[in-house]
């Protein structure tokens, strides 16, 4: 089935373009004059998990609800083994699946600039090892 035939969420280039929108809206909002970092966190996870997921359907695998970054990683596995290995950056997205979105959330006080950085850097880490397997720009 060509990409065309496909739906958008079988299409490695549809993961890929959205991936890029949440990671460019992050990077805006870091620069922004009052940053909402658990904004920024919630987009590097979500950017991050669509990354390794267009990368894996490029790979033929076929979609499943995960949002855990570490174990999708851990499925990249039999592709390859450098990204497998990015269970720190995983494991630093992972604590913003669902910290910091909503009122009350219990992550949301001690989320501050540091980890808005080191989220988008793993992001970004994890993006420049997909585009290289994918030979994407």
Not at 66 to 89: G, S, Y
Not at 99 to 112: K, L, N, T, W
Request: hydrophobic share 45%; charged share 25%.
């Amino acid at each position: 089935m060509s990409d065309v035939q496909k739906s958008p969420a079988e299409t490695p280039h549809e993961w890929l373009r959205y991936a890029e929108g949440d990671l460019n809206v992050a990077e805006r909002e870091m620069k922004a004059e009052m940053p909402v970092y658990h904004l920024v966190c919630f987009l590097s996870q979500g950017a991050a998990e669509k990354f390794i997921k267009g990368f894996l359907i490029a790979q033929g695998w076929e979609l499943e609800k995960i949002h855990d970054i570490v174990r999708l990683l851990k499925t990249c596995q039999p592709f390859d083994t450098v990204l497998a290995r990015m269970t720190t950056e995983g494991a630093i997205l992972n604590q913003h699946i669902t910290a910091g979105r909503y009122p009350g959330d219990i992550g949301v006080a001690a989320i501050g600039k540091a980890e808005a950085d080191e989220a988008l850097q793993a992001a970004r880490r994890i993006r420049a090892r997909v585009l290289e397997l994918l030979k994407t720009d």
